[in-house]
């Protein structure tokens, strides 16, 4: 094919892989040359150099000074705008930046290079008549805020020294030396080492040990580490620990009363007022938490009913996508220390993967069905999210003051609909789950 701008050419693609394309693309060598004078000239028309007045440099030592950027310059835009032009008139979607590779033929008249990229995959939506999709069900009633209200005053639970064995429940702060072999090992020596019985902060041998001890009590124990141990040292190890039991405190909860109250945001301490409050977001946090697990199980339907090829440029971006979030995670949580982490890129390639594949699944459902989110929806889950602040207006302008953070709302408007559409297909199962597994809770 011919281009008229630099009188460039590409053949057919040939495809090596599902989604692998290759072009092959010339670029003239009188054009290229006539462009990269044309450039030289330009460049000596500003050139300033030692010894020589503005715009009067010799041509030559322009052409030695900026002869090599001038032709990488001129090439890199000959071959860009022939490949757009080619990829525009074969209506290739091109997924990712193309390598351009130099072809080993030898020509005087033109200068050839292949174009090597991936495409995106074509998708043809598969059918949801015959999935079955389970949707959890929770209705939130007194038992629910009960419970939640527990865990509030676990959360503001104190603790005051008593004299008598530690039992579950209680904190205890011990002084500990492990050995192994009978010498002490890393990380087995800890002095006023704080934790609370039956939490599961330490090993359930070591805790057991603990036990039954009072405040100046000392202890001499065997155990073993578990085989799946996190420290390939200790993992499956037999060790003694010596232990002296330095404090005993019980844990005392909070009353549900005015000061309860108020430590929870009710100025005026009314207990009822509390109780409307907590119940309003449990009720949003619950539908919330219902809402994804659905949606996890409508992609997982979606992918199922889907299998398709995915660019690996793709993959590649969000991989390194993912491992820059992930640094910078490490970074705000550990400070500078964790600035030069050696990540490896095979732990991010699974999600990276799916992520991929859900994107380009749920673009295609999206399109052919017409999901776009609404204006009206959008500011709804807005107002929604809201909520649960204290002044809930202000947070809606702050959404509607930037663009990029209501394009993040109507991406989960967006999805919202894709999950709609998909239960409105597919078999749904309604199943009910328990309040504790719900929120993530012990029993």
Do not use: C
Not at 36 to 54: T, V
Not at 219 to 231: E, R
Not at 315 to 339: F, I, S, W
């Amino acid at each position: 094919m011919e281009t008229n701008a630099t009188n460039t050419s590409a053949e057919a693609a040939q495809p090596t892989s599902p989604l692998e394309r290759r072009l092959d693309l010339s670029v003239a060598v009188a054009d290229l040359d006539a462009e990269i004078d044309k450039r030289l000239r330009s460049i000596g028309k500003k050139a300033k150099m030692p010894g020589f007045r503005p715009g009067k440099v010799p041509a030559n030592i322009i052409k030695q000074q900026y002869g090599a950027e001038a032709h990488h310059e001129a090439l890199g835009e000959a071959l860009e705008r022939a490949f757009n032009e080619t990829i525009k008139a074969q209506e290739l979607r091109v997924a990712g930046q193309p390598r351009i590779e130099p072809k080993k033929t030898e020509s005087e008249t033109h200068v050839e290079f292949t174009a090597v990229f991936e495409v995106y995959p074509e998708i043809k939506l598969g059918d949801l008549k015959d999935t079955e999709i389970e949707r959890s069900v929770l209705e939130v009633g007194a038992a629910e805020l009960d419970s939640t209200i527990e865990v509030l005053r676990k959360q503001r639970i104190r603790y005051e020294p008593v004299d008598r064995a530690a039992a579950e429940g209680d904190r205890v702060k011990v002084d500990f030396l492990g050995k192994k072999g009978g010498e002490p090992f890393q990380g087995g020596q800890a002095k006023d080492y704080p934790f609370v019985l039956g939490q599961g902060g330490m090993l359930p041998d070591f805790e057991k040990a603990v036990v039954g001890l009072k405040s100046g009590e000392s202890k001499t124990f065997d155990m073993t580490f578990p085989s799946d141990y996190f420290s390939k040292d200790l993992a499956g190890q037999a060790v003694t620990f010596e232990i002296t039991v330095k404090e005993v405190a019980e844990g005392i909860l909070p009353e549900v009363d005015a000061d309860f109250a108020k430590a929870l945001g009710v100025e005026d301490g009314d207990v009822a007022k509390m109780r409307a409050e907590i119940e309003s977001n449990l009720k949003r946090e619950v539908k919330k938490r219902l809402q994804s697990k659905v949606k996890d199980q409508v992609m997982d339907a979606l992918l199922k009913a889907n299998p398709i090829t995915v660019p690996n440029a793709l993959v590649e971006m969000e991989v390194e996508r993912l491992m820059q979030a992930a640094r910078q995670d490490m970074e705000q949580r550990a400070g500078g220390k964790m600035k030069d982490f050696p990540m490896q890129r095979a732990w991010f390639a699974d999600q990276a993967k799916r992520r991929v594949t859900l994107g380009l699944v749920l673009s295609e459902i999206v399109k052919v069905n017409e999901l776009q989110a609404k204006p009206d929806q959008i500011k709804a889950i807005v107002q929604d999210a809201a909520q649960s602040y204290e002044h809930p207006e202000e947070v809606v302008r702050w959404y509607y003051a930037q663009p990029q953070r209501l394009a993040e709302i109507e991406g989960v408007a967006i999805e919202d609909n894709v999950v709609a559409w998909a239960l409105s297909q597919a078999k749904v199962v309604d199943k009910p789950v328990a309040f504790d597994e719900l929120m993530g809770q012990k029993s």
